[in-house]
């Protein structure tokens, strides 16, 4: 199966930067696309930047200018630098893969990590 691990989070002022990373582990496939949502406290999970192999990314309006998401493909990890950050940005950030593997797509979640902004 495949794992997904996050790490990089933390507390920090507003106005100032993180780095998430995501290592994703076992049967990755080459038809994938990897990401970051986020769920605040009372709030649905929504989107806030997916990037596939081609390097095609897509982001959240609410993150655009701020937030710059990479990949290598070589180590199978995704990152997300987050600057700028602002108080309505305090979530757990969750790690996503999306892979065309057996005839079909497979979705797969990281355990999450806290960012938290606050003075």
């Known amino acids: 199966q495949v794992q997904l691990v996050e790490s990089g989070g933390g507390l920090v002022q507003p106005g100032g930067s993180l780095r998430l990373s995501c290592a994703a582990s076992g049967s990755i496939g080459t038809i ?17 930047a997916t990037i596939t192999r081609g390097d095609i990314t897509t982001d959240a309006d609410s993150v655009k200018g701020r937030f710059t998401i990479s990949r290598d493909n070589a180590k199978n990890m995704v990152y997300l630098q ?10 757990v950030y969750y790690c996503n893969l999306r892979q065309w593997l057996l ?10 990590t806290q960012v938290t902004v606050s003075a």
């Open 32 to 48: 994938n696309s990897m990401g970051w949502y986020r769920q605040a406290p009372g709030k649905q999970r929504e989107l806030v």
């Open 82 to 91: 987050m600057n700028n950050l602002k108080p309505e940005d305090t979530a």
């Open 103 to 112: 005839a079909r797509w497979n979705e797969y979640w990281g355990q999450g």
